[in-house]
């Protein structure tokens, strides 16, 4: 947005930053440095939630705005602003899971002057002793309370920043659900204010009423004998899924996951999903990444949908229908894989095209008439092929014996123009 003229014809020129965003912690405007107060009391406008406005309300001095529904609409009215003095406040550290990262989005940093407070992650690392860099730490607000899943390693500590004073329940019921009964919970309320409390307990056990709506919780991972562990590495065990024999066996899972070479921020197509393995163990790989499975069949969707929040990527996107008509639409990928349904007409055609380049799309048939397609691929615009064949140890007339799976035929391939 341009800036303002002034009469003499002049563009007028902010000197310094025209937008100041204070990170406030429970104890109010006490709490506050001098400059983060001066800030406060020099703003015209003082944008927040109802919470930040009465902790600071003894600095404000400008025009207090509330955020709006949608938040969208607070964040438009902000740089309509631009220019003047505004002051954003916002809880603890303005750019750890805050309004700052959003507000980034539009303002660059030289036009921004960030005062942040010690965040609630810093606040409970700090009360419980435990050092940040050894830790996990997971913000549940507003979100998936299933998202703390993949963490849950024996010994493993976790500080989990919840949505409600119902969220160290929750945690504990999907611990105990989960196997992990036996880990103990440290409910941390009310952080550096005048109702600071810390209670313990173990999941199990959890009886803690009363909590309030401003907790984190600090996890120490114990696992019960049948706890299940979801894994760092793809080919993750095949029982962790519902499935109706339509899955991407473990060790061909691995492989393809390789083969799609997963980067931070990237997008995949799982086309043909069925359980939708792949696309739980492409998102696992990091937080950053996305998957959207496309699957014909209801019920098979509905399970991939299931799947995924069992394993704890509740984010895995599935679109019901068949490719290549499903695929309009959707966001562009950065790499596609094609577990079923290469071979009906239009889909590798479909996928190829979705692809920019640099994109990666992998193909695993286990029929000759697929595995014909990706020959006759792979001889017109070259990738690479493979043919995966696992055999496992199995009883035979009272020994043991191997037992072959179907051989998979792999092909993939990197759409040329751009870097690999």
């Keep these: 947005m341009a800036d303002a003229p002034v009469e003499n014809g002049a563009h007028h020129a902010q000197a310094g930053p025209w937008l100041s965003i204070v990170g406030i912690g429970e104890d109010g405007a006490a709490g506050l440095p001098p400059a983060a107060r001066a800030a406060i ?3 015209a406008f003082v944008h927040g939630g109802r919470r930040h406005l009465a902790l600071a309300r003894d600095l404000i001095r400008g025009e207090v705005c509330p955020w709006p529904s949608p938040f969208e609409a607070g964040v438009a009215a902000i740089l309509a602003r631009r220019g003047q003095a505004v002051c954003v406040l916002a809880s603890g550290d303005p750019f750890l899971h805050g309004v700052g990262s959003v507000l980034a989005r539009h303002v660059p940093a030289a036009e921004m002057r960030v005062i942040p407070a010690p965040s609630a992650f810093s606040l409970a690392a700090a009360r419980l002793g435990w050092a940040l860099p050894d830790i996990s730490t997971v913000s549940l607000h507003g979100k998936a309370i299933e998202l703390v899943r993949p963490h849950l390693h024996p010994g493993r500590r976790i500080l989990a920043l919840t949505s409600d004073g ?14 992990f009964g036996g880990s103990a919970l440290h409910v941390l309320e009310a952080l550096g204010g005048a109702d600071e409390r810390v209670r313990r307990g173990t999941a199990s056990g959890f009886a803690l009423a009363d909590v309030g709506p401003l907790n984190v919780v600090g996890i120490e991972v114990v696992a019960d004998e049948a706890a299940r562990l979801v894994a760092l590495t793809p080919g993750r065990p095949d029982d962790l899924y519902e499935h109706d024999g339509q899955l991407t066996k473990r060790e061909i899972r691995a492989m393809t996951l390789a083969a799609l070479a997963p980067r931070r921020g990237e997008l995949l197509w799982d086309i ?16 950053s990444l996305r998957a959207i499975g496309i699957e014909a069949q209801g019920e098979r969707a509905a399970r991939a949908r ?27 990928p950065d790499a596609i894989f094609i577990g079923g349904g290469a071979s009906a007409p239009g889909v590798l055609e479909a996928a190829e095209a979705a692809l920019g380049f640099g994109g990666r799309l992998v193909v695993n048939a286990v029929t000759l008439e697929t595995e014909a397609l990706l020959l006759a691929r792979h001889a017109a615009k070259g990738g690479d092929l493979v043919r995966i064949a696992v055999s496992r140890a199995a009883p035979v007339a009272g020994m043991t014996g191997w037992r072959p799976a179907m051989p998979v035929t792999q092909w993939s391939w990197v759409k040329p123009g751009g870097a690999t």
Aim: charged residues 15%; glycine residues 16%; hydrophobic residues 50%.
């Design 272 to 287: 043909g999903a069925g359980a939708g393995s792949i696309g739980i163990e492409w998102m696992l790989a990091d937080s």
């Design 41 to 43: 009391e020099a703003a």
């Design 306 to 332: 299931r799947n995924a929040v069992t394993l704890g990527v509740p984010g895995l996107m599935i679109v019901e229908g068949k490719a290549p008509d499903a695929l309009a639409g959707l966001p562009p």
């Design 166 to 179: 119902a969220g160290p329940r929750d945690i504990a019921t999907l611990l105990v659900a989960s196997g």
